[in-house]
């Protein structure tokens, strides 16, 4: 079994910043790609941004120049850091990973429980 756990998501003012992380954890034997998504209500959930293994980036257009993606790949970790946050960035944000399952020659997708954002005006 694999848990995705997510910290880090807050109130802040608009022009502020936050770091969100999350930690893989369990019976993993590769991460491939680790990335953040984020939802609002009646909306879909959209890729924010991601990271694969070997270092390649992918961002939002409305996020690029602002948040950054990194990952720990000893630490089984991601993280996003949020600059310079606006209204229209709240926002329930879920981390997800695209792995390997140790033993099982199988890739599996897993998503965390989601962290909220709120960025005040």
């Known amino acids: 079994q694999v848990q995705l756990v997510e910290s880090g998501g807050g109130l802040v003012q608009a022009g502020g910043s936050l770091r969100l992380s999350c930690a893989a954890s369990?019976?993993?034997?590769?991460?491939?790609?680790m990335g953040w998504y984020r939802q609002v209500p009646g909306k879909q959930r959209e890729l924010v941004a991601a990271?694969?293994?070997?270092?390649?980036?992918n961002y939002a257009d409305s996020v690029k120049g602002r948040f950054t993606i990194s990952r720990d790949n000893a630490k089984n970790t991601v993280y996003l850091q949020m600059n310079s946050l606006k209204p229209e960035d709240t926002a329930v944000y879920y981390c997800?990973?695209?792995?390997?399952?140790?033993?099982?020659?199988?890739?599996?997708?897993?998503w965390g429980q989601g962290t909220q954002v709120t960025v005040s005006s």
């Open positions: 997800n990973a695209d792995l390997f399952v140790a033993g099982s020659g199988r890739r599996y997708n897993y």
């Open positions: 369990g019976n993993i034997f590769t991460i491939n790609v």
């Open positions: 990271l694969t293994k070997a270092g390649n980036t």
